[in-house]
């Protein structure tokens, strides 16, 4: 299943985990996304900010006190998704994070070592 190995990649990260989803928003389920891919996992999620309210934040925030969370500026629009792991693991989905919670829709997830975080900024 996807979602338990991108858990597995999550759970080896040291430094940052950076998820970019140009389309993710209040509607999708943030909370249990974060729950099932990084569970008491000390790590800063760095996305763009743009459909997700201060108090959606807040919350998240509260429910997830290991995690810290910041806003992602002046990145290029990509349709894909991308999950970047410690600047060394890249992963591309090719539809949204929601997809991982819901067996009934595909996604496809290219993983490939990376040098730096090309394209993301």
């Known amino acids: 299943m996807a979602k338990d190995y991108l858990k597995n990649l999550c759970k080896g990260a040291r430094k940052s985990i950076l998820l970019y989803d140009l389309y993710i928003s209040e509607a999708h389920n943030l909370d249990g996304l974060l729950n099932d891919i990084l569970p008491n996992t000390k790590i800063q999620f760095v ?6 309210g201060v ?7 509260e429910t997830h006190p290991n995690l810290s969370f910041k806003n992602l500026v002046g990145v290029r629009r990509h349709h894909d998704r991308y999950l ?3 600047d060394t693991i890249e992963v591309v989905l090719t539809s949204g994070f929601e997809y991982l919670q ?8 290219i993983i490939r070592s990376i040098k730096s975080m090309h394209g993301m900024s």
């Open 102 to 109: 819901n067996q009934k829709k595909e996604i496809s997830l």
């Open 47 to 52: 996305f763009s900010f743009d459909k997700i």
């Open 55 to 61: 108090e959606h934040r807040n919350k998240l925030q």
């Open 84 to 86: 970047i792991i410690d």
